[in-house]
């Protein structure tokens, strides 16, 4: 049988797409594997509704593009999971002392069996080895010039990423289908890609995809299918089925053992009811323990007893001191960082009467979590976006904002879901903006509130002068300013013109400039490091203007040279004595424009000026007129 043209365009684009992100030389695929995958959907809609499978492909694509776009990296505990599948596949062994001297140059300690320790689960090694297995058929097939067949090479780290970003949209789409059954297509796509993007999971899917987080996430959502099922057609096959994706999702992370939860009430009612067989229940347990068994197994190896906490006995407090903390602490608090799951668990209270066994056990999952992540003595998670350990509880948030969805429709009768998807959206906006700030290294522990809200909104202005710089030129730019801030040099930044460097709180500073100094006898002034300092200048309109600098040479630099850089364009230079002088720079017509200027003073050398810092000049003032 011939396939279609669009099945062929979405194969092309998935594997496309796939290549991209297992391999960085391959980079046309983050945008060509979409736009096929793309195109074939077009294509398919010209004839019919596209199936499923095909929406499903499509969302593959894009997802392969986005991470191979921006970068997954291999950090934290990545290394740790990792160890699992090169060990077996390239040792055939569980000693991981090669690999952490190799990845990490560590030293792993050993255990009284003699391997070395690893306290991470086994789960996701399995969940990743067909794409691991791939990777090495690539290597070996087509990038043996560019990579080592040894399993440490980039292609082997990357298709960790192919196998969260594959096995979590198919436990989405399975949870989305569960939801749909009751609520509509739409509310469930918007409901389960709304808990996706507001949540800490979308940095753990594109960000860091090779720790387990993700893999968690697709077990738990598959879970939700199982509770339909088990409720609608109570069998032992059904039952069989939930205690096997129990013990999947506790393979993944332990701490989601808790998801056993979720079937209580529903098994407690069957019981009482007479529709639950406790034979039924008895073989779900055996199959969770079977599924589970290859973790008891590695336990036994690395560890020798089949049940063991890795982490030491010390690792949990049950009387979870910290369990507040986990939600609303601004150092990696649920609730704090990520404040869309606060609608989740209000939703998950909300519909309590209209769904008690399902509410009622995602209630007791969400309980059993708070209650476990507190008790943990790193309850912050240590190198982590938000609270990471609450991923098995994505889903239920889904869940919740069904309830929340279904109350906002109301405000909206025309189109429905209008309101709670720009609500989504905005929190999804401020999600994705706090990950930039964090791969940036701004919140590696705490982030206060309003530090935070200022550079969401300084982002939100940057990315507005860039769009409408783009549509509309310096215009456009100028006017994204004057719309965010409109704070202005001869205005309510600086009445007249002046930038007093020695000022303890000087907000056009941008970079290169040391903390502010005052000695006897001299102006207030702040070190211009080398090899650039710079301020930003916000101007209403574009107009001519001269630039005075006073400043002067470090006594053991008499032979400094200042040039003076608007926007990018060199404009002038001129010699500093050691002695303070003013230096006068003519800008030429159209260099300054509306909106931000970028003012850079430029230097020929440097001395250290104490504290290792590389001192140019010392600057006092900077005036335009």
Not at 337 to 345: K, R, Y
Not at 384 to 409: E, H, I, N, W
């Amino acid at each position: 049988m011939v396939p279609s043209v669009p099945a062929v365009l979405l194969g092309s684009g998935v594997l496309w797409a796939a290549l991209a992100l297992l391999d960085p030389f391959q980079p046309a695929g983050r945008f060509l594997g979409p736009l096929l995958a793309l195109a074939a959907v077009i294509w398919e809609s010209r004839r019919r509704r596209p199936p499923a499978a095909m929406i499903v492909g499509t969302v593959l694509a894009w997802a392969f593009g986005l991470a191979a776009w921006s970068g997954p990296e291999f950090r934290a505990d990545s290394a740790s999971y990792y160890y699992y599948l090169r060990s077996v596949a390239f040792d055939r062994d569980l000693d991981f002392g090669n690999e952490a001297v190799e990845m990490n140059g560590v030293e792993l300690p050993r255990t009284s069996t003699g391997l070395r320790f690893n306290s991470h689960p086994v789960g996701p090694a399995f969940a990743w080895s067909p794409f691991f297995a791939a990777a090495h058929a690539y290597v070996r097939t087509f990038g043996h010039d560019r990579y080592a067949a040894d399993g440490y090479t980039v292609p082997y780290r990357r298709s960790l990423a192919l196998g969260t970003l594959t096995w979590a949209i198919l436990g989405a789409w399975a949870m989305t289908r569960t939801i749909a059954a009751a609520h509509g297509m739409g509310t469930a796509v918007l409901c389960v890609a709304g808990a996706v993007l507001t949540s800490p999971l979308l940095y753990y899917l594109f960000v860091v995809p090779t720790m387990a987080h993700g893999l968690t996430f697709a077990a738990a959502a598959t879970l939700l299918g199982a509770w339909d099922r088990a409720r609608r057609l109570p069998s032992l096959g059904s039952w069989t089925a939930v205690g096997a994706l129990l013990g999947l999702v506790t393979l993944m992370r332990w701490q989601a053992i808790a998801c056993v939860l979720l079937f209580l009430p529903l098994a407690v009612e069957g019981v009482l009811r007479r529709t639950v067989r406790p034979l039924w229940l008895a073989a779900g347990a055996g199959a969770a323990a079977l599924v589970f068994s290859p973790q008891l197994f590695v336990w036994n190896a690395l560890f020798g007893r089949m049940v063991t906490m890795p982490q030491g006995t010390g690792f949990v407090d049950w009387w979870s001191p910290h369990w507040l903390d986990t939600l609303v602490s601004a150092n990696h608090g649920l609730l704090a960082w990520t404040p869309a799951m606060a609608l989740g668990l209000l939703g998950l209270v909300w519909g309590l009467r209209g769904a008690l066994l399902l509410h009622g056990g995602a209630l007791l999952v969400f309980a059993a979590a708070i209650w476990v992540n507190g008790g943990v003595w790193d309850w912050a998670a240590g190198d982590a976006y938000g609270a990471r350990r609450y991923d098995f509880v994505v889903p239920l948030v889904a869940l919740g904002f069904v309830s929340m969805v279904k109350a906002l429709t109301a405000l909206s009768a025309r189109v429905p879901l209008a309101t709670p998807s720009a609500l989504l959206l905005l929190l999804t906006l401020w999600n994705t903006g706090f990950i930039a700030h964090f791969r940036q290294g701004r919140y590696p522990d705490a982030a206060p509130l309003d530090l935070l809200a200022q550079d969401q909104a300084r982002a939100l202005r940057r990315q507005s002068e860039r769009i409408l710089g783009y549509l509309g030129g310096a215009r456009g730019r100028a006017l994204a300013y004057k719309y965010f801030s409109a704070e202005y040099v001869f205005g309510d930044a600086t009445r007249d013109g002046s930038i007093a460097l020695g000022a303890p709180d000087q907000r056009l500073l941008v970079s290169g400039w040391s903390s502010p100094h005052r000695r006897p006898n001299e102006p207030g002034f702040r070190w211009a490091l080398f090899p650039e300092a710079c301020v930003v200048l916000p101007l209403e309109e574009s107009t001519d203007l001269t630039v005075d600098v006073t400043a002067r040479a470090p006594r053991r630099a008499p032979h400094q040279v200042m040039g003076l850089v608007i926007n990018g364009v060199a404009i002038g230079s001129e010699a500093l004595a050691s002695d303070w002088g003013e230096h006068h720079f003519e800008v030429p017509a159209g260099r300054f424009r509306p909106g931000e200027n970028a003012l850079c003073l430029r230097f020929s050398s440097a001395v250290d000026g104490g504290e290792g810092v590389p001192a140019a000049a010392a600057v006092a003032l900077i005036r335009l007129h």
